[in-house]
Nanobody, 126 residues
Framework: QVQLVESGGGLVQAGGSLRLSCAAS???????VGWFRQVTGKEREFVAA????????SYADSVKGRFTISLDNAGKMVYLQMNSLKPENTAVYYC????????????????????WGQGTQVTVSS
């Protein structure tokens, strides 16, 4: 069983920055961890993913160049640094551990993530 706890959300003005954290605990064989976001009434969408062992990353086109995913493997922490935030980035952000084990593939679809945190709200004002 894996537990994921997000933190770091809040209210920020457009153009500002936030860093989200995800603390992972419990036994996991997941190859990767991802960040997703969801606006009420819309589908949960992929933001970024990182491989635990390789450190390779993947990003949604809409956040490339502005968001950076990183990890502290020893501490089982995953971070999402968000810069140049826009009002359309307002959403609940979720951390998730994939259902894949020993794979270099970084999934971008929700169905390939097995464990989810409770989410943290990010609000960007204009």
């Amino acid at each position: 069983q894996v537990q994921l706890v997000e933190s770091g959300g809040g209210l920020v003005q457009a153009g500002g920055s936030l860093r989200l954290s995800c603390a992972a605990s419990g036994r996991t064989f997941s190859s990767s961890v991802g960040w997703f976001r969801q606006v009420t009434g819309k589908e949960r969408e992929f933001v970024a993913a990182i491989s635990w062992s390789r450190g390779s990353t993947s990003y949604a086109d809409s956040v490339k160049g502005r968001f950076t995913i990183s990890l502290d493997n020893a501490g089982k922490m995953v971070y999402l640094q968000m810069n140049s935030l826009k009002p359309e980035n307002t959403a609940v952000y979720y951390c998730a551990a994939s259902s894949l084990s020993g794979s270099a593939y970084l999934p971008t679809t929700r169905a390939l993530y097995r464990y989810w945190g409770q989410g943290t709200q990010v609000t960007v004002s204009s």
